[in-house]
């Protein structure tokens, strides 16, 4: 496994702590929820140390230097993109019933759907907030480009919870479901401190064509890691996209591949009811021989390989482009 990038553990600590101070505007009853989900606290709000990789607020960060802007300019907007982040996994859990999140239950199985939802909404209206705060030119371009790739998060949620009533999925239509969902908030993320800093436009295009790209690839990652993932590093269920009949990448790549698999793994994905052990691990194997597990591979590599070619057109300092490399290679070669 490859390691977790410096740029990624080294800032940590004080976004941490950014967050725990935005988190004491919120509502007590609302603050518990989201101390819980972003794992500061457990179910008994006593201290805890879980949370997720903190990917988004790393690739936030390091835009800021590629602007030259100062650490404190580009806070703002690595606090605000966790927080949307953090919102969108709040309510996606709830809306896939998925009762384990980063090794621990769902926070709605803990505090409840109704709790869990507006814990969600809280973390929205105040990432909002705080770029609105900061008043400045820049914030305000930020914001308005955290508006839209919210918007974006939500059309692409919104079309890959249409694909599940959908037997005729093209891979196109899920690439685009990918972009959104995924892509535009990694995109945002990978800008949002050159914004605030008020960098050219130039380097805001390359930065968000960057993110956009390795969005992607996260994307293929992830639904790789999603049938083939350990439960042990993913903290999910094994084979869970496979239950659930999730159309992934992987998975719509091989519906229409049309091979003779292909056609079995319709057959399975349109049965009712629950999937058996057998039925999932064959759905597994039709996957991967009908070609789904190697395209995605490749196409997150080939994804990787144009997210550099923006990063070498963005004409960043060598130790910023090389820390946002480490991070796009991190995330292909992640195992959660
Ligand atoms: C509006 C709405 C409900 C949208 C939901 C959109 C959604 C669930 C997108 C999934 C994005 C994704 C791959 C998350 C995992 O990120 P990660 O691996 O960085 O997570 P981590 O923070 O746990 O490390």
């Known amino acids: 496994m490859t390691a977790v990038p410096a740029s990624i553990t080294d800032g940590r600590a004080l976004v941490d702590q950014a967050m725990r101070a935005a988190?004491?505007?919120?509502?007590?009853?609302?603050?518990?929820?989201v101390a819980y989900h972003l794992g500061w606290t457990d179910e008994h709000g006593r201290p805890a140390a879980a949370g997720g990789k903190a990917l988004r607020p790393a690739l936030a960060?390091?835009?800021?230097?590629?602007?030259?802007?100062?650490?404190?300019?580009?806070?703002p907007g690595a606090v605000a993109v966790e927080f949307v982040h953090a919102f969108s996994?709040?309510?996606?859990?709830?809306m896939d019933?998925?009762?384990?999140?980063?090794?621990?239950?769902?926070?709605w199985t803990v505090f409840g759907p109704s709790a869990a939802i507006l814990g969600g909404d809280a973390l929205l209206a105040l990432s909002e907030e705080l770029l609105l705060d900061e008043n400045t030119r820049g914030s305000h371009w930020a914001a308005r480009a955290l508006t839209a790739a919210t918007q974006r998060l939500i059309s692409g949620q919104s079309f890959d919870l249409g694909f599940e009533r959908r037997d005729d999925v093209t891979l196109d239509e899920c690439l685009t479901m990918a972009a959104d969902k995924t892509g535009a908030l990694l995109a945002c993320s990978c800008s949002i401190g050159a914004m605030l800093g008020e960098g050219p436009t130039d380097l805001v295009t390359e930065l968000t064509g960057f993110g956009s790209e390795m969005g992607l690839a996260f994307q293929l990652?992830?639904?790789?890691?999603?049938i083939w993932g350990s439960p042990d590093t993913t903290g999910k269920p094994v084979l869970?996209?496979?239950?659930?009949?999730?159309?992934?990448?992987?998975?719509?790549?091989?519906?229409?591949?049309?091979?003779?698999?292909?056609?079995?793994?319709?057959?399975?994905?349109?049965?009712?009811?629950?999937a058996s052990e057998d039925d999932l691990r064959e759905m597994a194997?039709?996957?991967?021989?009908?070609?789904?597990?190697?395209?995605?591979?490749?196409?997150?590599?080939?994804?990787?390989?144009?997210?550099?070619?923006?990063?070498?057109?963005?004409?960043?300092?060598?130790?910023?482009?090389?820390?946002?490399?480490?991070?796009?290679?991190?995330?292909t070669e992640r195992d959660h």
């Open 23 to 33: 988190a004491e505007r919120l509502d007590p009853s609302i603050r518990k929820v």
């Open 61 to 75: 960060l390091l835009s800021g230097r590629a602007a030259g802007a100062s650490y404190e300019t580009a806070l």
């Open 97 to 107: 019933g998925d009762r384990t999140r980063r090794h621990r239950p769902a926070a």
């Open 240 to 274: 869970s996209d496979l239950r659930a009949r999730k159309k992934s990448l992987p998975v719509v790549f091989a519906l229409n591949a049309g091979t003779p698999e292909s056609a079995r793994l319709a057959e399975l994905y349109a049965r009712p009811g629950p």
């Open 221 to 226: 990652v992830d639904d790789l890691l999603g």
């Open 285 to 331: 194997r039709l996957v991967e021989a009908a070609g789904g597990r190697d395209w995605a591979a490749a196409e997150a590599d080939r994804r990787i390989a144009s997210a550099e070619k923006h990063l070498g057109d963005a004409g960043i300092d060598d130790h910023v482009r090389a820390e946002f490399r480490d991070i796009a290679l991190f995330v």
């Open 89 to 94: 996994l709040l309510h996606d859990d709830i």
